[in-house]
Structure formats: structure tokens, C-alpha cells
């Protein structure tokens, strides 16, 4: 019985291991590993502006490009996931037929980057440190918002063409490498008034770039005005999704404003530093834990899902945790050292950073909640989870920016972080615990 259980097992392995086999695990990991590239390439070009800029000097761009990098996804409207979902469907119609969804898409995004665009401006004027007064430069957040609203449209309508690899480098890879030549090349010669404009031109050629893709899909409609039922319908479709977006980049933006007004630029430049060095790590997690998500969602339409998708979440979590464990507790115990990467005077952000890493190692920990809710399909839970974290963040900030500044910002978004995972978690268990009880085990 031995030999026969040893002589299935080897079979069993012999198969796992076919050329086709770690064929098709590469072409599953490569997608994470061009984002991870991606996320790298920005990371260095962080490190650019921050070295040749100084702290205070780089501050007015780490503050307005953290506001543009999440106000990105409530530009969009939840358009890019549309595409991502309608777009395979459309395919046998013929590339005309998606050029004209993508087209359509992209103006609608225009429009809300228009308004939401304008909405910064004003604030831009308003925050414009003494003598104020109106600056060429206020124009460029509805620019930027249309481009980097555009690039996440194109990227995952090419997803949504079977081509991965292509939508993460016209999505993502690609403009955040032109903007890291560009700063290397020109960045000694720019205020952060300029370094911003680099950044806007880059996402903005980014997006047109996608017109020339290897793809006959794009080659139709950049831009396609949409009939009255269509943009109803559009919108309607896109609330939700937006919501989640909206509420989540609050829960951000609104404490990085108080601290802003409350606190010195330099000061403001190390806390949304350490934040971009945080969203490498969550940016990766995401990646590797996307690679789950087929599975999460084939899970959940089984019978009796709950143990099938708590594997699937185990190893999401197992996996997450042995790729970024080692940097990430790097990143704690020698705080210091990784922000003097950009600059000496950013060592006053040391302790900021190793806050920021613990609360990324406890998510890491409790798995990817929101691609457990998306996949088993409760995104209107996880729409009323976002308002309540901004809500809660909003207030902790308040009481705790003004005694103890960027730390204060960091322990309230942490706190409603994690208190949001919890529930959430907490949430789908009991939902799919639920399911089974109610469900007949099969005869």
C-alpha cells in the first residue's frame, strides 16, 4: 500500500512540475513581478526629488502628488473596473465596439476629473503659502487627474483583453518610468512647482501612449461622447465602486491637509515619505494577493465555500507574509537607515516609518480583507466599511493631529485600519458560515 501511495505521489508531483505546468505559474506571477517593478521605479524616483530638493523644498510635491495618487481611483469613477468586466464581453464584437466602450469610458472620467480637478485648484489657490494669490501651476491638478483616470482605464480594459502584462505597463510601468527619467534628467533644474509638471506631462503621455499599443482595440475612439442612456447608465454602474475609492482616499487626504495647515513643511515632507515607502509594501501585497483573487472567487460559488476560500485566504496571507517579512522587519528595526536613502534631515521621520511598517505587518497579517468581500460579493459591505473608517479616522485626527502631529495622523489611520479589517473579516466569516448552515450537504 506504501509503495503504491509513494508511486501516486510522485506521479502526482512529476505532473506539477511539467514545463506547461511552471509554464502557466510564470505567466500567473509575471503580472505581480512587472508591478513590483513598477512600484520600485516610482520608489526611486522618490528618492530622487527627495535628495535633490532637501525636506522642506520637496514638500509641496509630496503633498500634492500623494493627493493626486489618491484621488486617481475617485476619477476614474469606478470606470476602470467596468471596463475590466465589460470588456471580454464585447471582444467578439469586433475592436471598433471596445474602442468605443474604452472611448467612452475615458470622457466620462474626463468629466469627473474636470470637476474634482477644479475642487483642488480652488484649495490650491486658498493654501498658496504669503503673498497667495493664483500660480500657473494651480492649473495642473484637473490635468493630472484626466491622465492618471485615463492610464487606470487603459490598463485594465487591456486586463480585460487577456493581456495582463500589457495593462500593467501602460497602466502603471510606464509613466511612472517616464517620470523617473525625467527627474533624473531635469530635476536639479526644477522647483517642486516644475517636478509636479513633469509628473503631469508624464501620466498624460502615459495615456496616450496606450492608443499605440499592440492591441487593434485601441486604435478606435480615444475619446467617444456617449448618448444619454449610456452616461445614465455608466453612472449608475460606477457609484459604488466610487464610493469605496472616495471614502478610502478621505480617510487620507483629509488628515494630510490638517497636518499640512498645522505643521511645518518639513515635518510634512517626512510623514508623506515614510506613507510612500508604506504603499510599496501595500502596492506588493496587493500584487500577490491579486493572484489569489480567481481563486477566492471560484471558491465562494462552490456549494459550501467557507473552508475552500479560508485555504485560499491562508495561503494569500502565508504568501504575502514570506515575500515582504524580511524587508518589512528592516524597515522596523533600522527605521533610520532606510529614510536617510533620501536624505539625512529625513531621519526626524524614522519613528513615522516604523509605525507606518507595524500597521502594514498587522494587515499583512489579518490577509486581503477587501479582495475577500469583492470576491464573495459584498462590495456594498465594504462600501459602508470605507465611510466608516474615514469617519473614524477623520475623527481620531483631530483630537490627535494637533498634540502630536505626523505620529498622531499615523495612529488614527492605523486604528481604523485594522478595526476595518477586523470587521470585515469578522463579517465574512459569519456570512459564510451562514451559507453553509443554511445549505443541504449534498446526498
Same mark, same amino acid.
Given at each position: 500500500?506504501?509503495? *503504491?501511495?509513494?508511486?501516486?505521489?510522485?506521479?502526482?508531483?512529476?505532473?506539477?512540475?511539467?514545463? !506547461?505546468?511552471?509554464?502557466?505559474?510564470?505567466?500567473?506571477?509575471?503580472?505581480?513581478?512587472?508591478?513590483?517593478?513598477?512600484?520600485? /521605479?516610482?520608489?526611486?524616483?522618490?528618492?530622487?526629488?527627495?535628495?535633490?530638493?532637501?525636506? %522642506?523644498?520637496?514638500?509641496?510635491?509630496?503633498?500634492?502628488?500623494?493627493?493626486?495618487?489618491? #484621488?486617481?481611483?475617485?476619477?476614474?469613477?469606478?470606470?476602470?473596473?467596468?471596463?475590466?468586466? &465589460?470588456?471580454? =464581453?464585447?471582444?467578439?464584437?469586433?475592436?471598433? %465596439?471596445?474602442?468605443?466602450?474604452?472611448?467612452?469610458?475615458?470622457?466620462?472620467?474626463?468629466?469627473?476629473?474636470?470637476?474634482?480637478? +477644479?475642487?483642488?485648484?480652488?484649495?490650491?489657490?486658498? #493654501?498658496?503659502?504669503?503673498?497667495?494669490?493664483?500660480?500657473?501651476?494651480?492649473?495642473?491638478?484637473?490635468?493630472?487627474?484626466?491622465?492618471?483616470?485615463?492610464?487606470?482605464? &487603459?490598463?485594465?480594459?487591456?486586463?480585460?483583453?487577456?493581456?495582463?502584462?500589457?495593462?500593467?505597463?501602460?497602466?502603471?510601468?510606464?509613466?511612472?518610468?517616464?517620470?523617473?527619467?525625467?527627474?533624473?534628467?531635469?530635476?536639479?533644474?526644477?522647483?517642486?512647482?516644475?517636478? +509636479?509638471?513633469?509628473?503631469?506631462?508624464?501620466?498624460?503621455?502615459?495615456?496616450?501612449?496606450?492608443?499605440?499599443?499592440?492591441?487593434?482595440?485601441?486604435?478606435?475612439?480615444?475619446?467617444?461622447?456617449?448618448?444619454? !442612456?449610456?452616461? =445614465?447608465?455608466?453612472?449608475?454602474?460606477?457609484?459604488? /465602486?466610487?464610493?469605496?475609492?472616495?471614502?478610502?482616499?478621505?480617510?487620507?487626504?483629509?488628515?494630510?491637509?490638517?497636518? %499640512?495647515? $498645522?505643521?511645518?513643511?518639513? %515635518?510634512?515632507?517626512?510623514?508623506? $515619505?515614510?506613507?510612500?515607502?508604506?504603499?510599496?509594501?501595500?502596492?506588493?501585497?496587493?500584487?500577490?494577493?491579486?493572484?489569489?483573487?480567481?481563486?477566492?472567487?471560484?471558491?465562494?460559488?462552490?456549494?459550501?465555500?467557507?473552508?475552500?476560500?479560508?485555504?485560499?485566504?491562508?495561503?494569500?496571507?502565508?504568501?504575502?507574509?514570506?515575500?515582504?517579512?524580511?524587508?518589512?522587519? *528592516?524597515?522596523?528595526?533600522?527605521? !533610520?537607515?532606510?529614510?536617510? *536613502?533620501?536624505?539625512?534631515?529625513?531621519?526626524?521621520?524614522?519613528?513615522?516609518?516604523?509605525?507606518?511598517?507595524?500597521?502594514? +505587518?498587522?494587515?499583512?497579517?489579518?490577509?486581503?480583507?477587501?479582495?475577500?468581500?469583492?470576491? $464573495?460579493?459584498?462590495?456594498?459591505?465594504?462600501?459602508?466599511?470605507?465611510?466608516?473608517?474615514?469617519?473614524?479616522?477623520?475623527?481620531?485626527?483631530?483630537?490627535?493631529?494637533? =498634540? $502630536?502631529?505626523?505620529?498622531?495622523?499615523?495612529?488614527?489611520?492605523?486604528?481604523?485600519?485594522?478595526? !476595518?479589517?477586523?470587521?470585515?473579516?469578522?463579517?465574512?466569516?459569519?456570512?459564510?458560515?451562514?451559507?453553509?448552515?443554511?445549505?443541504?450537504?449534498? #446526498?
Amino acid at each position: 500500500m506504501k509503495t *503504491v501511495t509513494s508511486s501516486l505521489t510522485r506521479a502526482n508531483l512529476s505532473l506539477r512540475l511539467t514545463p !506547461e505546468t511552471l509554464l502557466r505559474i510564470f505567466r500567473t506571477l509575471l503580472p505581480s513581478g512587472v508591478r513590483m517593478l513598477g512600484a520600485g /521605479v516610482q520608489f526611486l524616483s522618490t528618492v530622487i526629488v527627495a535628495r535633490t530638493l532637501g525636506d %522642506e523644498e520637496s514638500s509641496l510635491f509630496f503633498f500634492w502628488s500623494a493627493i493626486l495618487m489618491t #484621488s486617481g481611483p475617485i476619477a476614474t469613477y469606478g470606470l476602470e473596473q467596468i471596463a475590466l468586466r &465589460n470588456v471580454p =464581453r464585447l471582444h467578439e464584437s469586433g475592436p471598433v %465596439e471596445v474602442g468605443k466602450l474604452v472611448g467612452n469610458l475615458r470622457f466620462v472620467s474626463l468629466l469627473v476629473s474636470f470637476v474634482l480637478g +477644479l475642487i483642488w485648484v480652488g484649495y490650491a489657490v486658498i #493654501s498658496e503659502p504669503p503673498p497667495g494669490g493664483f500660480r500657473i501651476w494651480h492649473l495642473l491638478p484637473p490635468i493630472a487627474l484626466a491622465a492618471i483616470a485615463a492610464t487606470l482605464i &487603459n490598463g485594465e480594459a487591456l486586463k480585460g483583453l487577456s493581456r495582463p502584462v500589457m495593462g500593467i505597463i501602460y497602466g502603471h510601468l510606464l509613466p511612472v518610468s517616464i517620470f523617473c527619467l525625467s527627474v533624473f534628467l531635469f530635476a536639479g533644474r526644477f522647483s517642486s512647482p516644475g517636478i +509636479l509638471t513633469l509628473y503631469t506631462g508624464s501620466y498624460a503621455i502615459g495615456a496616450l501612449a496606450a492608443r499605440f499599443a499592440p492591441v487593434a482595440d485601441f486604435r478606435y475612439h480615444f475619446l467617444t461622447i456617449p448618448d444619454r !442612456e449610456t452616461l =445614465r447608465s455608466l453612472f449608475r454602474e460606477g457609484f459604488p /465602486v466610487t464610493c469605496v475609492s472616495l471614502f478610502g482616499a478621505l480617510g487620507f487626504i483629509a488628515p494630510l491637509t490638517l497636518l %499640512e495647515y $498645522t505643521r511645518p513643511a518639513a %515635518e510634512v515632507s517626512y510623514i508623506t $515619505t515614510a506613507f510612500r515607502i508604506s504603499i510599496l509594501f501595500l502596492v506588493l501585497a496587493s500584487a500577490i494577493h491579486s493572484v489569489f483573487a480567481p481563486s477566492l472567487s471560484k471558491c465562494a460559488e462552490l456549494p459550501r465555500p467557507f473552508g475552500p476560500v479560508f485555504r485560499v485566504y491562508l495561503k494569500a496571507i502565508f504568501f504575502a507574509l514570506a515575500t515582504l517579512c524580511i524587508p518589512l522587519f *528592516v524597515g522596523i528595526l533600522f527605521p !533610520e537607515m532606510v529614510m536617510s *536613502v533620501f536624505g539625512e534631515s529625513f531621519r526626524n521621520g524614522a519613528s513615522a516609518l516604523r509605525l507606518l511598517l507595524i500597521v502594514q +505587518l498587522i494587515s499583512l497579517s489579518l490577509g486581503p480583507m477587501p479582495h475577500l468581500l469583492l470576491m $464573495t460579493g459584498h462590495t456594498g459591505f465594504l462600501a459602508k466599511l470605507s465611510i466608516g473608517k474615514f469617519v473614524i479616522t477623520t475623527l481620531l485626527a483631530l483630537i490627535l493631529i494637533p =498634540r $502630536t502631529g505626523g505620529l498622531g495622523m499615523i495612529v488614527a489611520m492605523g486604528i481604523a485600519f485594522i478595526v !476595518e479589517e477586523l470587521i470585515g473579516l469578522t463579517y465574512a466569516i459569519v456570512k459564510l458560515r451562514k451559507h453553509e448552515i443554511l445549505t443541504p450537504p449534498a #446526498s
